[in-house]
């Protein structure tokens, strides 16, 4: 029988404890930022956070939704949908929630990615549709939508994800 001094009994639970800590703050960053791209996140992002993140956004279409921006990025372009008061009034959302991003949809331009090369096929969390030769792979509890056309990427999706969204609602 071996006597371990309380020493090494006290560096073996501190390991231990900040194994676990930096485990549960692997788990929770990852369920926190699940619906989040480049730092813009639905619900908590406002017009100028994106902004400073993507630069300036294209010139408005005439016509064009007046919460929208886009933007040109490497790979394609990305649209910023942002909440407008109809939305948060439908939704029974807290009114400062207006002028929040909405949805993120990056529009891949050449994207080689398949739903093989993701993995999306063996991840249980994804909802599969066939849809007139697209291929959906949605994860709404996460908010995260990807869409294959001629099994390569076209679409990703970042919307509030439906946890959140139950959260936020009055």
Known sequence: MTNQSPFACHARRVTVTVAAVFAAIFIF????????????????????????????????????????????????????????ARFVKNKKLPADLEGTVLEVVLQH???????ESLGLPQKHEFKRDDQHGAIIYSNLRDGIVYTFINNRLKTTRYSPSTRELSRTQR
């Open 29 to 84: 960053s990852q369920t926190t930022q699940a619906a989040s791209w480049n730092g813009i996140e639905p619900l908590k992002s406002r017009r100028a956070d994106v902004e400073r993140i993507l630069g300036r956004p294209l010139p408005q279409e005439s016509g064009g939704q007046q919460n929208t921006l886009r933007f040109k990025v490497a790979g394609g372009l990305v649209t910023v949908f942002f909440t407008d």
């Open 109 to 115: 331009e050449n994207s080689s990615d398949t739903p």
